[in-house]
């Protein structure tokens, strides 16, 4: 696959902001950018009015943004090659297939449609919980650098694919990476349940390792910190995002950090998250 990666844009301040991550990242990598805004002609169907007028209106518009949003890239990483596109349908669903060609899809956290304060639009929710391959929600605002990208794992061959993403990106950016296994503590069953916690402890840091090694061996410069722990997998999670410049999640897996399309770890920490968050659906 050619190294292009994808920025869909719609005018809100988030939008913009995930432009200006996307040119950063494009850069790192050597990729192309191609930046897409959607024009959703459908919720305005009305019979007293011709289609054609409002479709007309509102591409217009989506080329006024898709405008400022190259200037911004294009100010931002002047080497990067830079283009623009306009579609129409869903924007979930056209941006799903702008995904198919791309290294990696990248949205910001709230659109200019949403419900006010909402924390994510619901397009960001779609595209993260159903596009295969990298999605990346962005912060809103600029933030500090801590470089650090901090990747979830649960022993699973599901986190295969976030490790693979997570690896580059702490390499491309020459940071480290910590690598973030939360375990609850088991329910007592019975007035007399005991465990061994830190047994429990050595056994989860033992499996961490195992799926890390291979991934140290094929990227030796990227210093690498297993960190497990004992608690709930988003607010542990969301806790190692406040030290990183990037968080990155597998979507399917066991230990509470996946489920069907996107589980409640993963919506949690979409939600409750204070930096850029990026979810890893394996390709088919």
């Given amino acids: 696959m050619s190294e292009l990666v994808v920025v869909g844009v719609d005018g809100s301040p988030s939008g913009f902001d995930a432009v200006a991550w996307a040119a950063d990242d494009a850069c790192r990598a050597g990729a192309a950018l191609r930046i897409v805004s959607v024009v959703e002609t459908w919720p305005y169907q009305v019979p007293q009015i011709a289609a054609v ?26 080497t990067v090659e830079v283009s623009t596109r306009v579609m129409a349908g869903k924007a979930s669903v056209a941006l799903r297939e702008q995904a198919a060609e791309a290294a990696e899809l990248v949205v910001g956290r709230r659109g200019a449609g949403g419900f006010a304060g909402a924390v994510l639009g619901s397009v960001s929710m779609s595209v993260a919980g159903q596009t295969p391959g990298p999605v990346v929600v962005v912060r809103d605002g600029d933030a500090a650098s801590h470089d650090e990208v901090v990747v979830g794992v649960d022993g699973s061959p599901a986190c295969e694919p976030a490790l693979d993403y997570a690896f580059r990106q702490a390499e491309l950016r020459g940071g480290s990476l910590r690598a973030v296994h939360a375990w609850p503590l088991p329910f007592a069953l019975a007035p007399d349940f005991s465990c061994d916690i830190e047994a ?26 297993a960190d497990v722990q004992c608690g709930h997998p988003v607010k542990t999670l969301v806790a190692a995002g406040d030290r990183a410049d990037l968080l990155v999640l597998g979507s399917q897996g066991r230990s509470g950090l996946g489920s069907f399309v996107l589980g409640s770890v993963m919506r949690g920490v979409l939600h409750h998250a204070r930096c850029t968050v990026a979810v890893v659906r394996e390709r088919p």
Avoid: F, G, N, Y
């Avoid at 007028?53 to 002047?78: F, G, N, Y």
């Avoid at 090694?213 to 690498?224: A, G, I, K, S, Y």
């Fill in 53 to 78: 007028e409002w479709e007309s209106s509102m591409t217009e518009r989506a080329r006024e943004i898709l405008a400022k949003a190259q200037e911004i890239a294009r100010e931002r990483r002047p």
């Fill in 200 to 225: 429990l402890r050595e056994s989860h840091l033992r499996i961490t390792r195992e799926q890390l090694t291979p991934w140290q061996e094929r990227h030796p410069d990227v210093r690498v910190i």
